[in-house]
């Protein structure tokens, strides 16, 4: 019995979500954090009793670290995870996986070739209360599933967020900050995308901040702030899908999927809990199905990830899926600019739901292999 040892390279606000959870987790032992600013990977460590922190050189050249945890900023997530590959050691990513289908590309073609795994965010999907809807609909509650519709509108983060110029800047917007964690929901339901289409608006040019020491600041709107998307699936399906910063009245955490049987009711993509809610043809009323499962949060990922490395099993939340869905998304940006479909070219495998008892918390007997050393 072993416990995988996990390095982070960030140790900004989102790491206080992970290692809020990792630290706990028995089958992984967070031995370093690393940041740019040394000050504030020291007060991490300190924080969360983790016994080393320094450089990103340092965190690489440990032979006890076998993932390391990229939580840098998106438009380094290639650089940074190309030198973790190079390190000999596999990686656990934020969204998105790269900013452009390239250096996606790249990196998995890196780690494979060097035998190591990539995983990504979002880990949400692996939360007890998609995971709880995944199985319903794998069983056949709602049939076959044909179409999907989801909803994200709110009026948008400028109104509470108190520095939200780069939720407005390029590479971001609802679609890319947003967007990754209905996507991931929608492969892991029809499986890979074929075509997109979309149209997209920006409801204003400049924004103002509206909360904390800078609100009445204004700052410019570089990307669309309302995405409308129609994805078709390889194997027939399809799904209607608005990511908006532009509504007055807020609904978020909208998906519905629909198949030849019934419509089932997910809960929010972007939690890791909450029940489903299933309608039936020829079925007065609707069931709730309460949520099943983990619901611990950020890091449950990276354990999925050390027990499939052990088990020699292919990851969740894979490196694959994060590219595909990179895909998709790039796609309906640019079906939004050009006003003409896009093919999507690239697959990924969807996978099995996890058993409803599954626990990131639990201790599991893990064997470390040749390249986790």
């Known amino acids: 019995m072993t416990r995988y040892g996990v390095g982070i390279i960030g140790a900004g606000n989102i790491a206080t979500q992970y290692l809020d959870n990792l630290t706990q987790f028995e089958d992984v032992d967070v031995l370093f954090i690393a940041d740019l600013q040394l000050d504030r990977a020291a007060a991490r460590a300190s924080q969360y009793n983790v016994p080393h922190y320094g450089t990103v050189d340092q965190l690489l050249a440990r032979d006890d670290i076998q993932i390391v945890v990229n939580l840098t900023i998106p438009a380094v997530h290639a650089e940074v995870s190309q030198q973790i590959i190079a390190a000999g050691k ?6 998105p996986i790269a900013t452009d289908q390239e250096s996606a590309a790249d990196l998995l073609r890196a780690a494979d070739a060097a035998g190591l795994r990539v995983a990504c965010a979002p880990d949400t999907v692996l939360g007890g209360g998609i995971q709880t809807a995944l199985r319903a609909i794998a069983r056949g509650d709602i049939g076959e599933p044909l179409t999907a519709s989801t909803m994200f509108h709110v009026p948008g983060p400028d109104k509470w967020h108190p520095d939200p110029e780069f939720l407005y800047a390029q590479g971001a917007g609802p679609l890319f900050d947003i967007g990754p964690y209905y996507i991931t929901t929608l492969v892991n339901v029809f499986g890979s995308a074929s075509k997109v289409h979309a149209v997209a608006s920006q409801a204003t040019k400049v924004r103002t901040i509206g909360s904390g020491p800078r609100a009445g600041t204004r700052f410019d709107v570089e990307v669309p702030t309302h995405h409308a998307a129609l994805i078709e699936f390889e194997g027939g399906g399809s799904a209607q899908s608005t990511l908006s910063f532009e509504h007055a009245f807020a609904r978020e955490g909208v998906v519905e999927i629909n198949g030849t ?6 809960p929010d993509p972007n939690v890791f809990d909450g029940d489903s809610t299933l309608w039936r043809f020829g079925q007065e009323g609707a069931s709730v199905i309460p949520c099943e499962g983990s619901t611990w949060g950020r890091g449950t990922g990276v ?3 050390a027990r499939a490395i052990s088990a020699g099993e292919p990851e969740r939340a894979s490196g694959a899926i994060a590219a595909h869905v990179l895909d998709i998304l790039i796609g309906i940006d640019e ?4 006003g003409a479909p896009v093919t999507i070219s690239s697959r990924a495998q969807r996978m099995p739901p996890l058993p409803a008892a599954w626990d990131p918390s639990a201790r599991t007997e893990l064997a470390v292999g040749p390249n986790d050393r």
């Open 335 to 338: 079906a939004a600019t050009t």
């Open 90 to 95: 596999h990686i656990w990513s934020e969204k």
């Open 303 to 305: 354990v999925e990830l």
């Open 261 to 266: 049987e019934g419509t089932l009711i997910l």
